[in-house]
């Protein structure tokens, strides 16, 4: 007896590989991911502007990135004794203008010199209602908890949303006419838009974000918010909040996207850095004793073999756990 929709996700044409750089941009459910296939060695770059919801903020970010201009003080905003960037998460505010610039625009040229080299470009948007300041109709990436009255609240269509990433995906082609495009759906539900809503938004997003993978060459769609939604398909892999998903939910998606979005030699590598992993995170009962000490000479040689082979690879934090550093 089945309990569980069968689901396999069909691999792309290319894959990704060690040697392959990742850029990850999009909901917190892309920070996620992107920070897990960091801990397994990949070459990741997420989010320089912090978490982005809306799919057109995702198109202005970047934009952002390829024009070469910096963030500016028309950016910002002074609320409760901290300033905020409109176009960042709450993560780069500060007490002086100058530090949430600095934090910033380094993290944007950061991101500039990643991108010009990246191999793989993930995109996830979230939610198709966005947030517009009266005073000026820019759409915010947050609105930092200012009062309500001071923005509008809409609902993008399809062609607003497909229109914009189309225009911001051929710049990014012209700086880096080599690199490929995944698009997936967060899955994570936004009920301050109620259930209702919600829906309604992720339909609007999914409808563009097919429309996008049908029009530009070399992309491919990953199903995460349908395996969420239709294979685990309960409130338990959700954290308390019942939006998010949970930390069992994420490994569950993210092993899905390794087994179908990676390269057979990848997998292997994979398998042995996992290992390896495993390994600096055993706890042993006696540091000084002979047999900890032989396992930890038999990692290390491990971490020499792959090294000699993959000498892009940064094991440093775990060579100072089996050289007792």
């Known amino acids: 007896m089945d309990f569980m929709l069968p ?39 997420s989010n320089p502007t ?23 003080e028309q950016d910002l905003v002074a609320h409760n004794g901290l300033f905020h960037s409109w176009e960042h998460h709450s993560e780069f505010s500060e007490g002086e203008s100058g530090l949430v610039l600095q934090k910033a625009n380094h993290r944007l040229e950061a991101a500039r010199q990643f991108l010009t080299h990246t ?16 005073e000026d109709r820019r759409l915010v990436a947050n609105c930092h908890k200012l009062p309500a ?15 914009s990433l189309t225009l911001s995906i051929a710049l990014v082609k012209e700086l880096n006419p080599d690199i490929r495009l995944i698009f997936t759906v967060s899955p994570v539900k936004h009920l ?35 395996i969420l939604n239709d294979v685990l398909r309960d409130y338990r892999f959700y954290k308390n909040d019942f939006a998010h998903p949970s930390d069992t939910a994420v490994s569950y998606i993210l092993e899905k996207f390794l087994t179908a979005f990676i390269s057979d030699e990848a997998k292997t590598l994979l398998a042995e850095i996992r290992d390896i992993r495993l ?30 082979l993959n000498p892009f690879l940064d094991f440093s934090e775990e060579k100072s756990v089996f050289t007792g550093g």
Request: glycine share 4%.
């Open 7 to 45: 689901f396999e996700v069909a691999p792309p044409e290319k894959r990704c590989s060690y040697q392959h750089r990742i850029f990850f941009l999009g909901s917190c459910f892309s920070t996620d991911i992107a920070a897990r296939m960091q801990a397994l060695k990949f070459s990741v770059f």
């Open 50 to 72: 912090g978490i982005v919801y809306h799919p057109r903020k995702i198109a202005d970010v970047l934009r952002k990135i390829v024009d070469g201009s910096n963030y500016s």
């Open 119 to 134: 191999d793989f470009l993930i995109l996830s948007p979230a939610t198709a209602f966005g947030y517009y300041l009266k």
């Open 149 to 163: 009255a001071l923005f509008d609240k809409q609902l993008s269509d399809v062609a607003e949303i497909t229109d």
């Open 192 to 226: 301050r838009d109620g259930v209702v809503a919600n829906n309604l938004s992720k339909a609007i997003v999914i409808q563009a974000v097919h429309k996008l993978v049908s029009s530009v060459e070399e992309s491919w769609y990953f199903p995460s918010f349908e």
């Open 279 to 308: 390994a600096a995170a055993h706890k042993p009962m006696n540091m000084m004793a002979d047999a900890h000490r032989k396992f930890c000479e038999a990692q290390l040689h491990k971490i020499a073999k792959i090294e000699s």
